[in-house]
């Protein structure tokens, strides 16, 4: 299921940063008596109650500021507000209710948005002061004390929020399919592939309204199996566009990727790889999600009969970091070896739910520390005990030692090597666990 998205919004140096960074438990935001300071949206994971959800930190917002930066903040703002499933409004009880506030607020109701009221800086504990009460004329219902420096009314600000998201309708679904995420940056042809998938192999096709306004879940059923392709769409690069449309895309991106079983990375042949593309395949493999990079607009590239060769060889140098990831170059324009997508998705969605018997896992074990001896540090060598696998999606092996502190990160590379030498895991990370005995 995706994880609801809440926008922490309101005018400059009211406390957002500091909010954002109590909320999420990490100090993420950068807290400074400026305004300004926060320009572009944060975002991080959160949970309450067992319920997870997305917070993303917002700019300042300036409604009527002629500043190109504070202009490009509000648009930063306004592009959260418009995906998020509930906005927190935050305004500050010392300087009470400003044009600003009531400009912003207008702003927030016009959006059709639901809105909870933050009164941060409510510091004492106790009966709060009577200018809290000024608030209720923002017309946006009770508003909720806060400190965002002490968290005090955090959690009454929490369950306003999750009392908002209308959860009954963010419906998973069934186990059978497999839950394929479509990124990259915009106009790599994200949605030109799906649409072709959904054209070509039309046995059932549906398109269901997604979490949010711009994405969208088409399922597909065909001879190789169910699908359902979350789409990152409605974000384009366009003439002279700020580059802040083009980073919120990396937002969707990451949404995206923590619902999906499989992370295609779509990549423009004409552009090649860019630190964008390194940002989102680093997310999808921070997640332990199976991938597949495809290489878009193939069709349009001049080659010759060494070309394919040379640009895989980039990639790999490129996407070092995922040494696993399986290479397909494909045209959604044409369907030049599109077909050849559903068996790859098939397949690392299987690796990456291998699951290796704890006996042959000890033979390989056996094997491999026998070929390479383990390092040893000041006379004390290290010994591994066994290795046993604890989880899938990705395989999570944990290897019992005695000494973590010997275990150096190049021999665990070297027994992830011999693991994928000896098990087909291509297009899936690994995960290696150490512990001492006795943990």
Same mark, same amino acid.
């Given at each position: 299921m995706s994880?609801?998205?809440?926008?922490?919004?309101?005018?400059?140096?009211?406390?957002?940063?500091?909010?954002?960074?109590?909320?999420?438990?990490?100090?993420?935001?950068?807290?400074?008596?400026?305004?300004?300071?926060?320009?572009?949206?944060?975002?991080?994971?959160?949970?309450?109650?067992?319920?997870?959800?997305?917070?993303?930190?917002?700019?300042?917002?300036e409604p009527k500021a002629?500043?190109?930066?504070?202009?490009?903040?509000?648009?930063?703002?306004?592009?959260?507000?418009?995906?998020?499933?509930?906005?927190?409004?935050?305004?500050?009880?010392? %300087?009470?209710?400003?044009?600003?506030?009531?400009?912003?607020? +207008?702003?927030?109701?016009?959006?059709g948005k639901p809105v909870v009221l933050c009164v941060n800086k409510c510091d004492s504990l106790g009966t709060v002061p009577p200018e809290f009460y000024e608030f209720y004329n923002l017309g946006l219902g009770d508003p909720y004390p806060v400190s965002s420096v002490h968290g005090h009314g955090t959690g009454d600000l929490l369950d306003a929020c999750m009392e908002k998201i209308d959860w009954e309708n963010r419906q998973d679904y069934p186990e059978e399919y497999t839950k394929v995420a479509v990124i990259g940056k915009p106009n790599?042809?994200?949605?030109?592939?799906?649409?072709?998938?959904?054209?070509?192999?039309?046995?059932?096709?549906?398109?269901?309204?997604?979490?949010?306004?711009?994405?969208?879940?088409?399922?597909?059923?065909?001879?190789?199996?169910?699908?359902?392709?979350i789409d990152t769409a409605g974000i384009r690069r366009k003439a002279k566009v700020e580059d802040a449309i083009e980073r919120y %895309?990396?937002?969707? %991106?990451?949404?995206?990727?923590?619902?999906?079983?499989?992370?295609?990375?779509?990549?423009?042949?004409?552009?090649?790889?860019?630190?964008?593309?390194?940002?989102?395949?680093?997310?999808?493999h921070e997640q332990g999600k199976a991938c597949i990079v495809c290489v878009n607009k193939w069709d349009a590239v001049e080659k010759d009969d060494k070309t394919m060769k040379e640009f895989t060889d980039r990639l790999k140098v490129d996407f070092s970091f995922m040494s696993y990831v399986p290479f397909l170059f494909i045209s959604a324009k044409t369907g030049q070896r599109v077909d050849k997508l559903f068996p790859l998705i098939n397949q690392v969605a299987a690796n990456a739910c291998l699951r290796i018997t704890t006996g042959r896992l000890n033979d390989l074990l056996g094997y491999a520390t026998a070929r390479v001896q383990p390092p040893s540090d000041?006379?004390?060598?290290?010994?591994?005990?066994?290795?046993?696998?604890?989880?899938?999606?990705?395989?999570?092996?944990?290897?019992?030692?005695?000494?973590?502190?010997?275990? +150096?990160? %190049?021999?665990?590379?070297?027994?992830?090597?011999?693991?994928?030498?000896?098990?087909?895991?291509?297009?899936?990370?690994?995960?290696?666990?150490?512990?001492?005995r006795g943990e």
């Open positions: 994880k609801p998205l809440i926008a922490v919004v309101g005018r400059p140096n009211v406390g957002k940063s500091t909010l954002f960074n109590k909320l999420t438990g990490q100090r993420l935001s950068i807290v400074e008596d400026t305004p300004g300071v926060t320009r572009d949206r944060i975002y991080a994971p959160g949970e309450w109650c067992g319920r997870e959800f997305m917070l993303v930190d917002t700019g300042g917002i002629d500043d190109l930066l504070l202009s490009k903040m509000r648009m930063q703002a306004q592009i959260a507000i418009d995906s998020a499933d509930v906005i927190l409004f935050v305004v500050d009880l010392k %300087s009470g209710v400003t044009a600003n506030d009531a400009e912003i607020a +207008h702003l927030l109701q016009k959006s790599v042809g994200k949605s030109s592939l799906i649409n072709y998938l959904a054209g070509e192999e039309r046995v059932i096709v549906s398109d269901i309204a997604g979490t949010t306004r711009d994405a969208t879940d088409t399922v597909i059923e065909n001879e190789f199996g169910k699908y359902i392709f %895309s990396v937002l969707r %991106s990451y949404m995206a990727v923590d619902r999906c079983d499989v992370a295609v990375i779509l990549i423009d042949a004409l552009e090649g790889f860019t630190e964008q593309d390194s940002k989102i395949a680093g997310y999808a000041k006379g004390k060598r290290l010994k591994i005990y066994y290795m046993t696998q604890a989880a899938i999606k990705p395989p999570t092996f944990v290897c019992f030692c005695n000494s973590a502190e010997l275990f +150096h990160f %190049s021999y665990q590379r070297y027994l992830e090597n011999q693991i994928r030498e000896t098990y087909d895991l291509t297009g899936t990370p690994i995960r290696l666990l150490i512990r001492e």
